[in-house]
């Protein structure tokens, strides 16, 4: 299957598919500027996808409505399988092929941006927890509900009044992760049309 499987950024790219890939990375960091600006941090779609990605993280450490490691990881499960599903395809994309090179870094950082913005959205609804102000999938806001995870969560690990400070240090992460992701977008990019010139 790998023989015929099309790849991108090998020297048979060809040069419009390096200015879509610049024109992704554009846009990419166009997208993560107004997720970090907005309140909710929304990306169209990619937020829409990251909620579904969210509820079966609950649902994947509950089979059958068993909560197979307990019921701190059925409510974290959602937070953490949106952040941590995308860095499966980074591993993938990292991963080296017979020849000895990475199958696709540049698709690994577009996944790695995609984490970022994951945990993003998990850093507001942490920092929310006890302001209890976001709105949940129910149709309830935090302080109409007891559902709202990160409350749930902290208040188990009796880390609540800490709510907006992990917030923080997530959502320094999720940047630091976008800012890296699109950097490195950029210098593969950079250095493989370097390469191709000099060849
Ligand atoms: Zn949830």
Redesign the pocket.
């Known amino acids: 299957m790998s023989a015929t499987t099309p790849t991108i950024g090998t020297a048979t790219t060809p040069s419009n598919q390096r200015y879509l890939r610049f024109a992704l990375i554009a846009l990419l960091s166009w997208l993560a500027v107004s997720a970090f600006r907005d309140p909710l941090g929304v990306v169209p779609l990619v937020s829409d996808i990251d909620l579904a990605i969210?509820?079966f993280g609950?649902m994947l450490f509950m089979p059958f409505g068993i909560p197979i490691l307990g019921r701190t990881m059925v409510?974290l499960g959602?937070?953490l399988t949106q952040v941590a599903f995308p860095l499966i395809f980074v591993l993938y994309f990292l991963k080296k092929t017979a020849d000895g090179r990475r199958r696709d870094v540049f698709a690994a950082m577009v996944c790695v941006w995609w984490s970022g913005i994951n945990l993003l959205s998990v850093a507001i609804y942490c920092a929310d927890s006890r302001a209890g102000q976001l709105m949940l999938l129910d149709g309830s806001t935090g302080q109409e509900s007891d559902g709202h995870?990160w409350f749930n969560l902290l208040s188990h690990w009796r880390l609540l009044q800490h709510d907006t400070q992990i917030a923080h240090w997530m959502r320094g992460i999720a940047g630091l992760m976008c800012i890296g992701a699109i950097g490195v977008a950029v210098i593969t990019q950079w250095t493989q049309d370097q390469g191709l010139a000099d060849s």
């Open positions: 969210h509820e609950h409510i959602g937070s995870d």
